[in-house]
């Protein structure tokens, strides 16, 4: 890597599991009505009833220190079966809204941690999720995040029954040193245990979630977690950056001070060191921070271009349309977005009085709408091409004309209205969708807004 293309593009940006990004997003508040209608828009437009699920689970029973998800710390498992029956009663609500009777081709479960619920709650869920479905596994692509420290044996053998294949492993990183300053003690056999009996059980597709750029983390940390991550063999691999943003998450992300961090070029050599050892083992990288064996749906899904982003990460079900049930869960129409109430008791209350929990969303316009499709597009595949028809061509010259820069350091190419993100430039291909981004052009500060770019 080059020490100075990092320094020069290392700024805060945008992820881009949505586009506009939820800084930007303009209707605030936004009614169950307004919701309701753009995922009519949706199935009017692309005349199919498949929808993905994300079931948001909230509740740790400790705070690890870098996470940055909306979670609820408690020890008190007295909780779960009224948010499971809030869910159950959320979903009734969209089941009467909906211009359509449903057919779910994913659900994904994700938290919080969906393994403090027990195995028999889970299930009492998913049945009463797919109350007017029938379940094929072949058909549907079920996948829950287990922690290791509390997924049991119940937990991967009920799921399993019910047609889960998927599950993915929260390992970040095994040196004791790093993982007492994230607040989470995690050893390596605890891990094998969950994966290796996930695997006798049946599972097909077992993700190892590593994180880099955490506190106290030095390369020796990174290469002996790749390495103890190799020796279990998981199908995908996901190796994502450590986001600092203690503005936005609180005193989580306080437990331990800056100076612990890698600072940019050291960062970065933990990301570059990790796919060096990864690719020589046989794994893929597909998209931005994942990596996949070749066998690995994902991997195919990148190889046949058919790979989809949204607030999940990288998918292979495109449907179009993703909710999300749960406190703060955020839902895709395609031509809008939603968030559902960000507190349990705020959600809970709204779900009982018999609305739709959201509380501010957006609706895309046409110039939205086109530039989403080529963001996704860099995301998935490294590369889009401008539309003939579009009505924007003064926007697609102005992208152009901001990406010069990174075509001078041989990071994206042009051929005429084709934007393409080389080898060097799949680090940057983040920096590379700001340029699309009309929300950032008027040169606002994206300080404290987002996460560094590398
Ligand atoms: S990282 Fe996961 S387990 Fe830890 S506090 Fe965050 S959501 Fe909970």
Request: glycine share 6%; with cysteine.
């Amino acid at each position: 890597m080059d020490i100075d293309l990092i320094r020069k593009y290392n700024i805060p940006g945008p992820r881009y599991t949505s586009y506009p990004t939820v800084p930007f997003w303009k209707n605030d508040p936004l009614s169950s009505a307004e919701w309701v209608n753009s995922i009519k828009k949706n199935f009017e437009f692309f005349k199919t009833n498949e929808i993905s699920l994300y079931i948001h689970l909230p509740f740790c029973e400790s705070l690890c220190t870098f996470c940055g998800c909306h979670k609820r710390i408690t020890k008190n498992h007295s909780v779960e079966e009224p948010y499971i029956e809030t869910l159950i009663k959320e979903w009734d609500l969209y089941l009467k809204a909906l211009p359509y009777s449903p057919k779910i081709k994913e659900i994904h479960f994700g938290g919080g941690t969906p393994t403090f619920f027990n195995a028999d709650n889970l299930i009492y869920l998913l049945e009463n999720l797919f109350k007017t479905n029938s379940v094929n596994p072949n058909e549907v692509e079920l996948s829950f995040e287990a922690h290791p420290n509390n997924t049991s044996t119940d937990h991967l053998a009920k799921l399993f029954q019910f047609g889960f294949r998927r599950l993915s492993l929260g390992v970040q990183d095994y040196n004791p040193i790093v993982q007492k300053a994230i607040h989470r003690i995690q050893p390596f056999t605890i891990v094998k245990k969950v994966h290796e009996e996930a695997r006798n059980i049946g599972y097909t597709s077992i993700s190892h979630d590593l994180v880099f750029g955490l506190p106290k983390q030095l390369l020796a940390d990174m290469i002996h977690t790749v390495e103890k991550t190799l020796e279990l063999q998981p199908d995908r691999i996901s190796l994502y950056s450590y986001a600092h943003v203690p503005w936005i998450k609180g005193n989580g992300q306080r437990g331990f001070d800056e100076s612990d961090l890698p600072q940019s070029e050291e960062k970065r050599l933990l990301y570059e060191t990790a796919k060096s050892m990864l690719e020589e083992n046989g794994y893929f990288e597909v998209g931005m921070d994942h990596f996949a064996k070749p066998h690995d749906d994902l991997a195919i899904a990148f190889r046949e271009k058919k790979l989809h982003r949204n607030f999940m990460g990288y998918t292979t079900k495109n449907t179009y349309t993703m909710i999300g049930l749960g406190m703060s869960s955020i839902s895709d129409s395609w031509f809008g977005f939603a968030q559902n109430e960000k507190s349990v008791e705020g959600y809970t209350q709204i779900v009982n009085e018999g609305k739709i929990p959201i509380f501010k969303g957006h609706l895309l316009n046409d110039l939205d709408l086109e530039i989403r499709s080529y963001i996704l597009d860099l995301m998935c595949h490294f590369e889009t091409t401008f539309k003939n028809d579009s009505l924007y061509t003064k926007k697609q010259e102005e992208i152009k004309d901001r990406l010069k820069e990174m075509v001078i350091d041989k990071l994206v190419e042009i051929h005429g209205n084709t934007i393409k993100v080389t080898d060097k430039g799949i680090p940057f291909v983040r920096n590379c969708c700001m340029a699309f981004d009309q929300n950032l052009e008027t040169g606002i500060s994206t300080e404290r807004m987002f996460s560094q770019t590398i």
